[in-house]
Each structure stands twice: as C-alpha cells, then as structure tokens.
C-alpha cells in the first residue's frame, strides 16, 4: 500500500541457483540456507518459503529473533533452524520447545541450558562452535575437554548434533596459510570432542567461499549463504570456479532479485547551476532531472552521490548531486520521452541493460553483503516467476 519502491524475487531463479549449489555438494552434505539479515536483504518472510519449496529443509540465521520470525513464516515446520550464536538467557525456553538448534560458545550457560531442558522434559540440540583462529566466538582448545564432559554426563537434556568453525578469509589466496591451520586445528579437536562422547559428530564449516576454495571441507553440512542469492562471494572465488571448469562456461548464478522505483518528477536545471544540497554538483550544460522517491534510508548508499546509476527506458540515468535520505536525482537529458511515473530499475535489468549489486558494491568499495543487507525492511517484497 503507498509504494514508493518494491523488490521482486523471482521464484524461478531462486530455485536455479539451489540446483547449481546442489550439483557441488557432495550427496550426504546437508544444504543448510543462510538467511540473516532479512535473508541478505530478500526478506526472511519471503525467501525462506520459495528455497523450502526448491527443496532446502535447513535454515541458519544469526539471532534468536531471526530464528523466531523464520518459524512463523516457513510454511513446513518440520525443517530444520539453526541460530550461528550462543543465544540469550531469555530466548533458551522458546528455542528449546521449538527444537531449534543452537551454538554454544563457551561453558558459561551450560547449565542453564541444560536446566531449561530439563524443565521441558526434552533435550536441547546444540552446536560447539570452536575458536580455531578467527577470534571472534568459539569454545577455545583450553575449555574444550570442560564443556565436552558437562555435555557427556547430560545425555538426555543435552544433545550435540553439530560441531562447526567459521574460517577467517577463505575467499582469498592471501589467506591460504593461514586457513590451513584453522583446519588442521578443527580436525583435532573435532577427535578430542569424539572421544570424550564416544561417538562420531556431525561436523560443518563450509560457507560459500569454502565450496569452491576448500571443497573437502564440505562435510556433513554447508552454511551457504550470498551464493544462493546469485552472488559470488568476491571475483576471485567466481574466477577460481570458472577457471577449474574444462570449457568455456556462463556465470551459473542468477541474480535473484530486481528493485524498481519510478520517476517522481522531472526538473529543468540550467547551466552552471548546483544541483541539490551543498557544491557537490555543478551543472556543465542545460539538464533535465528525474527525481526517484528513494534514497539512503531505502538502501542507495550516500556514497553513490554523483556516481550510481539506475536505467530508465532501458537507459543508465547517472545520480546527480547527493543521495538524500528519501530520494534522488538523475541525469535524463540524454534519455528521450520519460515521463512522470515511469519504471525505474534501480537494480536488475531493462532492456537491453543490466544493473546488478556487484556494480554498486565496486563503486563505493563494500562488499555485496553490505549492499545487500542495506536495502530497508520496510520495502515491499513480491515474489515473481
């Protein structure tokens, strides 16, 4: 209702690029889809549904909120959730009943957890997560035997049904080194936890990244999160892919989703003359001027003040002046015949042209993630074929 802007996901591509994913992962490799951050920006009430439908029955997000909106919105609640953090005290009894899967990352709530499902007459089904070198989370090696023995003598209250690490930069070469010894400090410590419970655990690592750089390390379960979406992780993981295929090969990921606006007004600007605030933008010649009703507060970052672009009429209509917090202007004088309310793809295709993620990304040196997870929650999503 009173849309100024509206994101499509389309169905069809969603379900091309699971099928590509599926074709690296080894058969007994369970496809776990990442969707924090409001799914990469493709929104967790929407996107989730469309991969359970291509047949994806295990979800991972960051936060016990995110897990909780995930439960309500998936239409099968038999699929798996998995929050990637050590939740809150107050968030165990609601993830415990709903046998939701967790990270632990230290002894610290070990038993509080173990009380909660004790108190439920169930078991809580958690994951270590392991400190192997990207000091950020984890169980360190100095604790492991501790928590591993709390978990031993709880049987029935305590289930571990995963343990995992997250590496520290797979997607580059640079990193090499230092992700071989992340790997060679899992696999060990992965046998201490083994042996202590007497029995082989579930293990995953691989995140997008890993699936191309690190393709042993697939395991029992991949964390797959901006490829799914249709994004590389970085150029160099697409080229290190394209490069290990034995033909000349398209790029198999599919962009999944299109932001569309449209054209507010149209001004005259004459020459030498500033356009919006500041000094930023001095008019060369006589212009004409599209505003579209979105700006930084919708997900166009201010960095692309004077440097993004959108298409209109199947043309790039380059930002002029800053990006405000709820639109824009764009150069359309060389653009013939826009009117008022006409589409505007801010990303996706029209016509013969293409504007994707990766264009804004490189513009303003941020990540596809960053961009992605930018674009506002109060943005309409639909779904499309």
């Not at 997250?166 to 400090?185: C, D, F, M, P, V």
Request: aromatic share 8%; with cysteine; proline share 4%.
């Amino acid at each position: 209702m009173f849309e100024r802007s509206v994101i499509e996901i389309s169905k069809s591509q969603v379900r091309r690029n699971i099928e590509f994913i599926r074709s690296l992962l080894p058969s007994h490799t369970t496809f776990c889809s990442v969707v924090k951050g409001n799914a990469y920006g493709h929104g967790i009430e929407i996107y989730p549904s469309l991969a359970q439908a291509a047949g994806v029955e295990c979800f991972a997000v960051a936060h016990a909120e995110e897990a909780y909106i995930l439960f309500h919105h998936l239409p099968n609640k038999e699929s798996r959730i998995i929050v990637m953090t050590a939740p809150p005290e107050d968030a165990l009894h609601w993830l415990i009943e709903h046998d939701i899967e967790f990270y632990v990352d230290s002894s610290t709530r070990l038993n509080k957890i173990e009380a909660v499902a004790k108190k439920l007459n169930t078991s809580a089904k958690i994951h270590f997560e392991l400190e192997t070198g990207m000091y950020r989370t984890g169980i360190t090696e100095a604790h492991l035997t501790k928590v591993s023995e709390y978990v031993a003598s709880h049987p029935e209250t305590l289930s571990l049904v995963g343990v995992c690490t997250h590496l520290a930069g797979a997607e580059k070469y640079s990193n090499t080194e230092r992700i071989s010894a992340q790997i060679n400090l899992f696999h060990k410590l992965v046998k201490a936890i083994c042996r202590k419970l007497k029995r082989i655990v579930p293990q995953h690592v691989a995140c997008s990244s890993v699936l191309i750089a690190c393709p042993e390390m697939m395991l029992d379960l991949a964390r797959v999160g901006v490829m799914q979406y249709g994004f590389w992780p970085t150029s160099e993981i697409k080229g290190r892919y394209i490069s290990q295929q034995e033909r000349k090969i398209k790029d198999p990921l599919r962009q999944v989703l299109t932001w569309k606006t449209y054209v507010h007004s149209i001004r005259s600007v004459p020459k030498h003359s500033y356009v919006g605030y500041g000094q930023s933008y001095l008019s060369t010649r006589p212009l004409k001027l599209a505003v579209i009703p979105v700006g930084y507060a919708d997900g166009i970052s201010r960095s692309l003040s004077n440097l993004g672009y959108v298409l209109i009429r199947g043309k790039r209509a380059p930002v002029v002046g800053i990006v405000n917090m709820n639109m824009c202007t764009v150069d359309i004088t060389d653009i013939k015949g826009v009117k008022l309310h006409d589409e505007v793809v801010i990303i996706g295709s029209q016509g013969q042209e293409r504007t994707v993620v990766t264009s804004f990304s490189d513009l303003v040196h941020a990540l596809n993630y960053e961009s992605l997870v930018r674009l506002s929650e109060n943005i309409p999503r639909t779904v499309v074929r």
